[in-house]
């Protein structure tokens, strides 16, 4: 009788276990994001813009939003205005980031894409990007990675190795 309580409570214990898996993966997504090892050109927490929402207080000094549908997957926006200059804007999108240099002017912009991996694939669009508008760009995207790896809140149980796994099987 005690081995099959023992081996009923284990089985709860453990399926328990399981299910806690993916939600603490999806709610500290951008923590594991933010920690994970990544090269220089690498901005990990781009992608999961898409379908994980984003905090205002992760990112002080900038606005966020979900641009998504009602029902429909989230979809992060990260926005600064006079990042440079009055009346200029920066935009951070799940595939890229856009520095407009007059807001009026939304057709006059500089779009940095950014691929599905969170990586910079060296195509912009336009073809001669201004070194000053490259420079902010990747500029505030340091910064804003930087900002979100300095207020997200540490998980209680820390699971970054197998978001590592499973970003580089989702990501590739």
């Known amino acids: 009788m005690k081995k099959v309580i023992i081996t009923i409570i284990s089985v709860v214990v453990g399926l328990f276990m399981l299910i806690r898996i993916p939600i603490n993966l999806r709610s500290n997504a951008y923590y594991?994001?933010?920690?994970?090892?990544?090269?220089?050109?690498?901005?990990?927490?781009?992608?999961?813009?898409?379908?994980?929402?984003?905090?205002?207080?992760?990112?002080?000094?900038?606005?966020?939003?979900?641009?998504?549908?009602?029902?429909?997957?989230?979809?992060?926006?990260?926005d600064k205005k006079s990042v440079k200059v009055d009346g200029d804007v920066l935009r951070i999108s799940e595939h890229f980031i856009t520095y407009i240099p007059k807001e009026s002017n939304y057709y006059n912009r500089y779009t940095i894409f950014i691929t599905e991996a969170g990586s910079y694939d060296g195509y912009a669009k336009g073809k001669n990007i201004p070194f000053y508008s490259k420079k902010i760009t990747f500029h505030h995207l340091n910064k804003v990675q930087n900002e979100i790896k300095q207020n997200t809140p540490k998980p209680k149980v820390n699971l970054q190795w197998i978001w590592n796994v499973w970003f580089k099987i989702h990501y590739r």
């Open 32 to 78: 594991y994001a933010t920690h994970m090892p990544h090269n220089s050109k690498q901005y990990p927490f781009v992608p999961i813009l898409l379908g994980h929402y984003l905090p205002e207080n992760y990112v002080p000094g900038y606005q966020t939003k979900n641009y998504g549908a009602t029902r429909g997957p989230i979809m992060m926006e990260i």
